[in-house]
């Protein structure tokens, strides 16, 4: 352990590093824990880069005998800051002590270095295999006139470029409770220098769109409010050099492994130093922590890249890919699968999909799933979730009927539920009117004709646990599609008293991870892809539960090439997925070639969405051939190294085997216009000394030249083309 963790007593300085990164703080005047460093990897630290000591206006000192004037909490890099004493800048932590005051301020009381990554309790995390994959240090400071503790987790990885980063507060057994009125997972300050911003805003339909952002005085705060993850904010931000790009320059990227309400929070501050502090978001949060309890915070995932955006990204992938996504299906081939939502909408029945799932068997398509409409009387979406019932009218001999026939095709069978939510017109609704969210007095407010089940209440995720292991307990159910189609809003549970309302929200994250835990552990074989009205709900926390999620609703080519994008900041390619869909589109009304469509939802995890009986002959060898192709890529597009190239009017990424002996790059080219300029693509991460071939058309390459050089590529008289070329190592 100690060649990943380390603590000078002399110097006092906590040093986590590996080859690849250093991440430095120091036990300061008063135990308070200063940030030294966190960055490219150094052997050693001497001691010489201690914060400078400067005496700056209205900047309170600690309340010591003898206060120094040079040193004061308003300008220091800290570990973890609170509000109340003398630090005026945006909090890690709020605390209202039992006397109703919120100061507090945390000092370094001890520490251990535990081999491993202890589990966090209730929540999803990042995982280790064996305990020598990494180290963990534990520092506990404490609030000295309250007794509150907290224990700061940070954990180091041997071969990873990232730190794990968490806390948990404790109230002694023997003093009176107080309120967290925000508990942040992470907080990372950074020298005066100039920073941009990136993260991941969007709406439904157009999810994760890169912004970056100068980042100026002031506060700045990238957050969901909706208690979900949400399409209109994800929950990453990263820190980057000005001139950073998809290749170079200094990348610190801040990840939470969380689904509910969270704030990523930026502060630029009087003498240039940032500070980032990430979390649940503390508006509407408050927790009451008796003595003797605890309350543990999300994880957050720390990552740096000395080399760009790409770097940084495939440090998430791997990690999301090895250590985040768990069970059956992390390292197997995820099926292909054509799912019947935008092919009948609510308008089926066994009799008219039967020909879809035919069509399905000669095309080569692997799955079968079936999606909203299967269940109640719905038949449009005013009526009957949470009664997970067949409905007898579409399947009059049953669900298990159809199955069985999509079975004896060869295809696996998938359904679509939505778990979370409520009808009115529901027997579930008609016997327990109180389990939905709702404020007493108060008519809560429908969002697409439906409500929330109050997840926080053990007796709510019974009955929904019940109802699912009622179908899932007779076996012939291969995927389940998690859907989610409205945010939270009349927020308050029957099951808490007024004063903690404030808890509703996290405790719902909590009973949803609760539920998800105990469904995917109790059915292992099941293929989970969540989904939330498309991409409302791609988060590092919900891929721990589900391996694959739904993209985006928005299945046009071409939107889909920034979702796509901006998507892969974070999220390996095997975690999202993207169906072929028909042209003009159900979302834009664009038109696209089956090759565009083809191959933007190839550099995914597969599928269709919709009515393969409705397909010419000409697109039926199309799309047979797409997936025969598909199946030959597959491995290396779920388990490859996936890099960006460019965006703009001409979008190119490309996949590389571990080995670097084969690679796929697929390039998209926009609008044209009548003098087109040449465009020359060049590629990334091959060895520059093997030789390759395009299998396509035999021409060999050095990997050299396919990376400075790069290729030209074909003028087409037509809007949206794209070009797919697979190239393998021939030495
Ligand atoms: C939203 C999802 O994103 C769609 O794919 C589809 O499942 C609908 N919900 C069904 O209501």
Not at 284 to 307: D, K, M, N, R
Not at 370 to 387: A, I, K, Q, Y
Not at 534 to 551: H, L, N, V
Request: proline fraction near 5%.
């Amino acid at each position: 352990m100690a060649d990943l963790i380390t603590f000078d007593a002399k110097t006092q300085v906590f040093h986590l590093h590996n080859q690849q990164i250093s991440y430095i703080f120091a036990i300061e005047d008063g135990g308070v824990l200063g940030h030294l460093y966190f960055g490219q990897a150094v052997a050693g630290y001497h001691g010489e880069r201690h914060y400078p000591r400067k005496d700056r206006g209205f900047a309170g000192n600690l309340p010591v005998a003898e206060p120094e004037r040079g040193f004061s909490l308003d300008t220091l890099p800290q570990e973890i800051s609170s509000r109340g004493e003398a630090d005026f800048r945006i909090p890690a932590f709020v605390i209202r002590q039992a006397d109703g005051a919120q100061a507090s301020r945390f000092v370094y009381a001890s520490h251990r270095i535990v081999p491993g990554k202890p589990k966090l309790p209730g929540l999803p995390a990042a995982y280790v295999e064996s305990p020598d994959e990494a180290a963990t240090l534990i520092v506990t400071v404490v609030d000295q006139p309250s007794r509150l503790q907290a224990d700061l987790y940070y954990t180091i990885y041997r071969d990873r470029a990232v730190i794990a980063c968490s806390v948990c507060f404790r109230n002694p057994a023997d003093q009176p409770a107080v309120t967290l009125e925000q508990a942040a997972s992470v907080q990372l300050d950074f020298p005066a220098s100039d920073y941009r911003v990136l993260s991941l805003p969007g709406a439904h339909a157009n999810e994760r769109h890169l912004q970056k952002e100068v980042v100026g005085y002031g506060i700045k705060q990238f957050a969901s409010t909706r208690g979900t993850t949400s399409h209109q904010m994800n929950n990453f931000i990263a820190l980057t050099a000005p001139d950073a790009d998809e290749f170079h320059g200094d990348v610190y990227g801040v990840d939470l492994v969380y689904s509910g309400n969270h704030a990523l929070t930026v502060e630029k501050d009087q003498i240039d130093q940032v500070r980032v502090v990430a979390g649940i978001n503390p508006a509407g949060f408050t927790w009451e922590l008796a003595g003797g309890a605890e309350f543990q915070t999300p994880e957050a995932l720390l990552v740096y890249s000395h080399q760009g955006l790409n770097a940084m990204s495939q440090t998430y992938h791997r990690l999301i890919r090895e250590r985040v996504v768990r069970g059956r299906y992390r390292d197997q081939e995820r099926p292909i699968l054509v799912n019947n939502w935008e092919a009948t909408y609510f308008d089926f029945n066994e009799a008219k999909l039967r020909p879809i799932v035919d069509a399905a068997k000669k095309l080569g398509i692997e799955m079968f799933v079936l999606d909203d409409g299967w269940f109640g009387h719905r038949d449009d979406d005013t009526t009957s979730l949470g009664d997970w019932v067949v409905d007898s009218h579409k399947f009059p001999l049953g669900l298990k009927h159809f199955a069985d026939y999509v079975h004896n095709q060869g295809l696996k069978f998938g359904l679509w539920v939505e778990p979370e939510m409520i009808s009115k017109d529901s027997d579930l609704y008609r016997a327990h009117p109180d389990y939905l969210l709702a404020v007493p007095g108060r008519a809560p407010s429908p969002s697409r004709f439906q409500y929330v089940l109050d997840l926080s209440r053990e007796d709510v995720r019974a009955n929904i646990a019940g109802q699912l292991s009622d179908l899932l307990d007779q076996g012939y159910i291969d995927y389940i599609k998690w859907d989610m189609n409205r945010h939270l809003s009349d927020i308050y549970s029957h099951a808490l008293p007024a004063a903690r309302q404030g808890e509703v929200l996290h405790r719902y994250t909590l009973g949803l991870y609760a539920l998800l835990e105990e469904l995917t552990t109790k059915y292992p074989d099941v293929l989970w892809e969540g989904c939330s009205g498309g991409g409302g709900r791609i988060d590092t926390g919900f891929a721990y539960y589900m391996p694959q999620s739904w993209t985006s609703d928005n299945t046009d080519a071409i939107s889909r090439l920034g979702i796509q994008y901006g998507t892969s900041l974070v999220y390996p390619p095997n975690t999202f997925t993207a169906h072929v869909s028909v042209s003009p589109n159900e979302q834009t009304g664009r038109s696209t070639s089956l090759a565009t469509r083809g191959n933007v939802a190839m550099s995914a995890v597969f599928g269709y969405e919709l009515d393969l009986t409705k397909l010419t002959k000409t697109e039926q060898k199309q799309v047979a051939a797409q997936v025969a192709a598909y199946k030959q890529i597959r491995p290396l597009i779920q388990f490859g190294h996936f890099l960006r190239l460019e965006s703009g009017n001409d979008y190119a990424w490309m996949f590389v085997s571990a080995d670097q002996n084969e690679a796929l790059l697929f390039t998209f080219h926009l609008l044209n216009n009548g003098q087109p300029a040449f465009h020359i693509v060049k590629m990334a991460g091959l060895n520059p000394t093997k030789q390759y071939e395009d299998t396509a058309t035999h021409t060999v390459y050095g990997g050299d030249e396919l990376m400075h050089m790069g290729l030209y590529q074909p003028l087409q008289r037509q809007d949206f083309t794209t070009h797919q070329y697979h190239f393998k190592a021939i030495n």
